[in-house]
């Protein structure tokens, strides 16, 4: 369950990291190429001199056609900042999920090494004024299965990965 959790959260990294380099060459392009056509021609348009200099429908498209491309690009960066967001939700949570995973994994090693003791064990130091165990008695030890601790914190990160907050991305 763990690796293929881990293995999700890497797909959505990579997707997530192809979309914002996707976006950004969008602002690129549209800066570079289309936003400097439009300048450029109605820079052209006010250089003219007397009666040519009119106002006329192709000089209020062009206007129209730059605000369309900047308002564009407006809306790319804020897709490439909440992106970049989702990117640093994603990792926090990559992140703790592999500080629980390996904390759980320990807490396991070391229940499992401790289940495994007993009164005589060589291994075990008594110290004076501590009780020990007396031999006879019962002792009721809890069996774990690996799901039963391991499991719990996977629903908020499956929420995590499902809560992409970028548009077009699921």
């Avoid at 976006?23 to 400097?36: W, Y």
């Avoid at 030890?141 to 908020?156: G, Q, T, V």
Wanted: hydrophobic share 40%; net charge negative.
């Amino acid at each position: 369950m763990y690796h293929i959790i881990m293995q999700d959260m890497r797909e959505e990294a990579r997707l997530l990291e192809e979309v914002r380099i996707r976006v950004e060459n969008a602002i690129r392009a549209t800066a570079d190429l289309i936003l400097h056509i439009v300048n450029e021609c109605l820079r052209r348009r006010l250089s003219r001199i007397g009666i040519d200099l009119t106002r006329d429908d192709v000089e209020e498209e062009l206007q129209k056609e730059r605000d369309m491309v900047l308002m564009a690009q407006q809306r790319l960066e804020e897709i490439v900042t909440q992106v970049r967001d989702q990117i640093g939700k994603d990792r926090a949570a990559k992140e703790r999920l592999e500080r629980e995973w390996s904390d759980k994994m320990e807490a396991f090693r070391i229940d499992d090494l401790n289940g495994r003791l007993r009164p005589g064990d060589p291994t075990l130091l008594n110290y004076h004024g501590v009780a020990r165990f007396q031999e006879g008695s019962v002792i009721k030890m809890l069996l774990y299965s690996p799901n039963d601790f391991i499991l719990s914190p996977f629903p908020s990160f499956e929420t995590r990965l499902n809560l992409s907050d970028v548009p077009f991305f699921h």
